[in-house]
């Protein structure tokens, strides 16, 4: 019951419900975002005037990941990408809070991985920050709410870099730079704060961020049209990304050449199983049904064997998921579904300069304190 209640009032807040009982629960939704915005601005003001300080970590450089709004711009995706880009020559540490994880909750942050990938389920320590340790098996990578403690683990472990995921409401913790990852299809979350929009941060927020990421870009009229309304709210240069599928694998490790034709059957977990939807779709494949749940949230044995089931019977050859979906299955499925996963990964496809220097700058920073 709670989870349809989530799913239909994201769906409310995306326009998806209309008539006199959608319009009444946006009203009480809206009543409820003004002292939420209230206490965002006044903990902002604290910051930007001294009254709470940050603590900066012994490392060199650290770099902060994250959005104005709650969730599904791709911070993930840019943490990957950016340490790709370090990865070679320095030791990079991973600070991610482990968002609906057994983790998030501890006293202390615990370390998901020391250099060898993820050494704790993703039940445990959360789906994000297990992927992280998993595609990035030399990375130091720590999950928990305080980031302070985090930070110094990290320090004594010897890291070069921090890098915050979702860090950007994380203001107790210093950063050299502040990378925002903002949806190109929804830059400004719906245009109110939580829980009647999706923004957790003002639109003055921007003016802190030394590059925006503009995620999910169509084309290059799309990505200039966005970047003027960016503009009116900040100085930093916009670089335009979008996610493109680099692989199709089963869950025993072997690739799938391709789904043209096929008929199939999606399932996901994440805050917008429309772009999947059109992942999906943009591979030539016959889309049978699907089964969504809230992002980050596990999916019920007993109900995903209904929908396995009554796909199948429909004729479907293969059960689609994300790679985040993927790591949250339960193990014993993998013999009974022919199950596959759509591997994902992100492209600059606008503002190739602006990203060139960003990163140029960040490692004479590192060469610099190191």
Known sequence: MFRRIELYLQDLI???????????????????????QM?????????????VRSYTPPVPVVISIGNIVAGGTGKTPVTLALA??????YSIAILSRGYRSKAENLAEPIVLSRGEGPIHPPAFCGDEPFLLAE????????????????????????????????GMQHRHLDRDYEIVVMDGHDPFGKGHFLPRGFLREGLSSLSRADLIILNHVRDSDHYHTVVKQIACHAKAKVVGTKMQVSGIWDLFGKPLESLSGKKVAFFCGIAHPEYFQETVKGLGAEIMCHHIVPDHREFPLEAFREFADE????????????????????RNLMEEYPIAWIQMSLVVVEG??????????????LVRRT
């Open 84 to 89: 790709q880009q370090f990865a070679d020559k």
């Open 39 to 51: 206490i965002v601005c006044v903990r902002n003001w604290a910051f930007d005037y001294g009254w």
């Open 135 to 166: 595609n990035l098996p030399k990375a130091f990578v720590i999950v928990g709410k305080d980031r302070h403690k985090a930070s110094d683990m990290a320090a004594q472990a010897g890291a070069q870099l921090i890098l915050l995921d979702d």
């Open 14 to 36: 995306k326009g998806r419900h209309n008539g006199p009982l959608a319009l009444m629960i946006k009203a009480v939704l809206c009543m409820l975002s003004w002292p939420y």
């Open 311 to 330: 796909a199948l019977d429909a004729g479907v050859e293969w059960l689609l998921c994300t790679e985040k979906d993927k790591v949250r299955l339960d």
């Open 352 to 365: 190739h300069e602006a990203w060139n220097k960003f990163l140029e700058k960040a490692k004479s920073d």
